[in-house]
């Protein structure tokens, strides 16, 4: 009897853990499928933003991790995933409802927003709109600069090799953020993961980002602003300062855009570190 106890107890809580990384779905402000993934439980939530091309699979290390402490949440962007892809215009206003939604469908009340790349900038615009519910943004290899903004033209030039074999430049482009000695394995299967991506989707996507200015948004989010960085490329964190007196960074040296894949223990280790200085752990 005992033993059945015990085979039934172990039964339901793998059905448990399994239940908790079950897609759900929350609707956008436009209508689009929203999916995202919880587990863990706290008072407060950190919610992981994926970067271009990418979904919420790359936050998976750091899902198991912090869940022991706080609610965890993933989401897929809208065109990313298992997210649907209806949408004409991938706007960073567009992916910031994206994360209001999950947010409002889980009634969330404390959030750290935690976004790589891309995911960056979008979770300053979904702070700017929910100012009373977001405490805390860590931008993961991303704000080196906030005041770098592209004309229209520099990114229609950029993306002419991206229209013209988006894969080969995909391929390449993610390379290129890797350092010499990075796990080739890694590396082969990220660039050929972001490679497959939409390609209509991604040239929107990556057009309405490299055209922010994230300048106009500093100035409208209350929390503090971090970043946990790779030093493949310089972040300027005395000009930022000026424009987010709050902003600092941590660095992953030896690491490239994607340090929080290549080196998930460290990375934890730094975000952790933001958290309990902010007094959110």
């Known amino acids: 009897m005992k033993n059945l106890f015990y085979a039934l107890f172990f039964l339901l809580a793998a059905s448990s ?7 759900k779905y929350a609707l956008s402000k436009d209508g689009v499928k929203i999916a995202y993934v919880t ?3 706290g008072e407060n939530t950190i919610l992981f933003v994926h970067g271009w091309c990418c979904n919420k699979s790359y936050w998976n290390e750091q ?8 609610q965890v949440v993933a989401i897929d962007l809208a065109g990313y995933g298992e997210s649907g892809r209806d949408r004409r215009n991938f706007t960073i206003a567009a992916f910031a409802n994206d994360i209001k939604a999950v947010i409002d469908k889980l009634n969330l009340k404390s959030v750290i927003l935690v976004g790589h790349s891309m995911g960056g900038y979008i979770i300053m615009e979904a702070a700017s709109i929910m100012p009373d519910k ?3 943004l860590v931008g993961v290899d991303t704000y080196q600069d906030f005041a770098d903004i592209s004309t229209p033209q520099q990114v229609e030039d950029y993306l002419k090799p991206f229209k013209t074999d988006f894969k ?8 290129s953020m890797f350092p010499k000695d990075a796990d080739a394995k890694l590396e082969d299967r990220i660039a050929n993961e972001m490679a497959s991506a939409n390609p209509v989707i991604a040239l ?7 055209l922010n200015d994230a300048t106009k948004m500093t100035g409208k989010i209350k929390c503090p602003i971090k970043a946990v960085n790779s030093d493949h490329y310089p972040t300027k964190t005395v000009d930022n300062k000026k424009l987010c007196s709050s902003f600092d960074v941590k660095y992953m040296n030896g690491y490239g855009h994607f ?4 080196n998930p223990a460290l990375f934890n280790k730094l ?8 007094k959110l752990n």
Do not use: M
């Open 271 to 278: 975000l952790d570190e933001f958290l309990q200085e902010a």
């Open 204 to 210: 929107s996507t990556i057009r309405n980002i490299f």
């Open 39 to 41: 587990a863990g439980e």
């Open 168 to 175: 080969t430049s995909t391929i390449n482009f993610v390379k």
């Open 134 to 136: 977001i405490k805390l």
């Open 17 to 23: 853990l399994l239940a908790q990384y079950t897609t």
């Open 63 to 70: 899902i198991k991790y912090f869940s022991r402490k706080y």
């Open 259 to 262: 340090a929080f894949v290549e």
